[in-house]
């Protein structure tokens, strides 16, 4: 089982980006998907996740600004985010709970990271 994340880059205050995140492998079964972020000297905080349910929980910081979503049929979790602030500079790592094929536990997976950064 991976996960391969994709969508960073280098963005101006106000601009917007898309991350995306795609699980293979052998996969059974997917539960909460969903997005962290690490700034320099900072340490890894909850973005946003979305339940199997479609129960959804953003961090305050970016209520009303970013989205998530999740694509059943590609294993695949999304960030949209829009009106960025150079706060919002970080490494964005993708987290999916997964019940591989043939295993009886749910284990968190973590996506590789991509770089987002904001200038003013």
């Known amino acids: 089982v991976q996960l391969q994340a994709s969508g960073g880059g280098l963005v101006q205050a106000g601009g917007s980006l898309r991350l995306s995140c795609a699980a293979s492998g052998t996969i059974s079964s997917i539960g909460t998907m969903g997005w962290y972020r690490q700034a320099p000297g900072k340490q890894r905080e909850p973005v946003a996740t979305?339940?199997?349910?479609?129960?959804?929980n953003y961090a305050d910081s970016v209520k009303g600004r970013f989205t998530v979503s999740r694509d059943g049929a590609s294993n695949t979790v999304y960030l949209r985010m829009d009106s960025l602030k150079p706060e919002d500079t970080a490494v964005y790592y993708c987290?999916?709970?997964?019940?591989?094929?043939?295993?009886?536990?749910?284990?968190?997976?973590w996506g590789q990271g991509t770089l987002v950064t904001v200038s003013s």
């Open positions: 979305e339940t199997v349910d479609g129960n959804i």
């Open positions: 987290n999916v709970y997964i019940l591989a094929t043939g295993s009886v536990v749910w284990r968190p997976y």
